[in-house]
Every structure is written in C-alpha cells, then in structure tokens.
C-alpha cells in the first residue's frame, strides 16, 4: 500500500488536493507537456476519458495517451482559460474556454491554420486517491468548433458567462 492509498482525508482536505492535482493537470497543458499530462496527474488504473460531443470513451492509459497525442496535434499551441470551478469530493467540475490553432484533422476537417476559441466544460474524476485523476469527461460545441475551423465563422472571445467571473 502507498502512504496515499492508506490515509484518510477529511472532506476539505481531499477538495484541496483534488484542485491541486487538476492546476497542475491544467497548468501542463497550458505548457504543451503532453507527456508529463498522463504520467503526473492521472492514477495508473482505471484511467478513462470522455468526450461527449463525439461520443467517444477512451478507457486505460494508451487509448487516453492516444487522446492526448491527438488533441496537441489539432491544438500545438492549445490555452486553456478556467473561469469557474466547483468542487465536490471526488470531482471538480471546470468551465472555461479553450484556444489555439488548428494544425491537424479533426473529425474530418483536414487543418485549416484557423484560429479558434471554444466554450467548455469539463468533470475532472477521481477515485480513492485525491491526488491523481482516474478521468476527466469534456462537454463543448462541436458544430461551433468546426465552423470555425472551416473558417465559416470566426472564433468567438467574448462570452456572456465570463463577465464578472
């Protein structure tokens, strides 16, 4: 048993490390270090991850490490702004947006070179052990997102809900 598997947590204590563990997940990302993402931030077992608006379900580390390989392939230069977070024990819940540049197919839109900005929402999901995610479950608009990749719309920076954050 690791000290983490054998301690006990209150329920703020686990809240505290469970936004810990997602700033740093997110701060990575921030730093295109999408090799330390998995190895630093998520459990070992039981690891998935959900995209919703493509219906896709990645379960273990080499289909979430597929992912990940993906989304810095469309997004090299990907940012991700929080501008509300909430958190129950076993999961924070993040709204934000996400920016960047299109530099690889996504779903079926070869790379435009546009840039886009999108809503999102995501879970962050743990287990026993606060300080390591075992999945992380994104909600944003697919249609908005590819009409700007298709240049069809311009990328949106402004939204209604990050006034006042």
Known sequence: MTVTESRTWTDQER????????????????????DRVLAE????????????PGHAHMEGLEQVQDFYDALFATFPDIHIEITHQYDVVGCC?????VTGTHSAEFAGVPASGNFASFPFAAMYIFGDDPNKLIAERAYWDN?????????????????PWDQGK
């Open 143 to 159: 249609d908005l997102l590819i009409r700007q990749f298709k240049g069809e719309t311009a990328a949106v920076t402004d939204y």
């Open 15 to 34: 809240i505290e490390l469970q936004r810990a563990c997602v700033k740093e997940h997110l701060a990575l990302e921030n730093a295109h270090q999408k």
């Open 93 to 97: 819940i993040l709204e934000g947006k």
């Open 41 to 52: 931030t998520f459990a070992t077992e039981g690891v998935f991850y959900d995209v919703v």
